[in-house]
């Protein structure tokens, strides 16, 4: 099955820095979604995001399917943004499985 | 919108008694919904994705004796936990995607936590 690895696996920042996440996966894909787990557990949808590159806030994402992989973009950090980030990747229509990648838990100190 | 409730947030059942847990999609109509599985510091895994009105497609290794999945309407899919055992304690986590328009977005329950003693 499709492989998904993203780095760092660990990132430490002090409030007001930038970030960038990387997500690459091994296959041609029709979805990809970054997700923010907060302490509680719950996944907060970020970016769905397949090819091209959004914004929303402080927070962009850019997918090169071409190349396979995808990057989120944290500016100016707060202590909130803390918590475990989540690249999927899924191939199909609506009934499309999405195949996770183990995280980047960022920390982020006041 | 795109909100989906999951119930209960957190059990905790003796071992050999079952557990059912919800997962409903309150603003939108899911015509699949997924059932993940997540230990402690891991990732999400799959367990199996369900169809409203068919049967559902469980994943390598899960056992469907054990997991009983029914997607009975387009807004409600349960997960049984039967003759629960300490080693199925874990956070389980469903999610729902509408079959148009698209984009065939996911969208998260906030997940159940369930102890087994």
């Known amino acids: 099955g499709i492989q998904v690895e993203q780095s760092p696996p660990d990132l430490i920042l002090q409030e007001g820095a930038n970030s960038t996440l990387r997500c690459n996966f091994s296959?041609?894909?029709?979805?990809l979604q970054w997700f923010h787990q907060n302490p509680w557990g719950q996944l907060i949808n970020l970016f769905y995001i397949p090819s091209g590159t959004k914004q929303n806030g402080r927070l962009s994402a850019t997918t090169v399917a071409t190349e396979r992989y995808s990057l989120l973009y944290i500016s100016s950090s707060q202590t909130t943004d803390s918590g475990v980030y989540f690249c999927?990747?899924?191939?199909?229509?609506?009934?499309?499985?999405?195949?996770f990648g183990k995280g980047t838990l960022l920390t982020v100190n006041p | 919108g795109a909100v989906v409730s999951q119930h209960p947030s957190w059990v905790i059942c003796k071992s050999g008694t079952s557990v059912k847990i919800e997962c409903r999609s309150l603003d939108f109509q899911a015509t699949t919904m997924f059932w993940y599985r997540q230990f402690p510091k891991q990732s999400l895994m799959l367990m199996a994705t369900?169809?409203?009105?068919?049967?559902?497609?469980?994943e390598q290794g899960v056992e469907k004796d054990k997991f009983l999945i029914n997607h009975a309407s387009l807004t409600l899919s349960t997960l049984t936990v039967t003759s629960a055992h300490p080693e199925d304690s874990s956070f389980y986590i469903c999610s729902a995607s509408s079959s148009s328009p698209p984009p065939y977005e996911q969208y998260f329950g906030p997940g159940t936590r369930l102890t087994v003693t």
């Open positions: 369900s169809n409203e009105g068919s049967k559902a497609t469980y």
């Open positions: 999927a990747v899924g191939v199909g229509g609506s009934n499309y499985k999405l195949t």
């Open positions: 296959d041609s894909v029709n979805n």
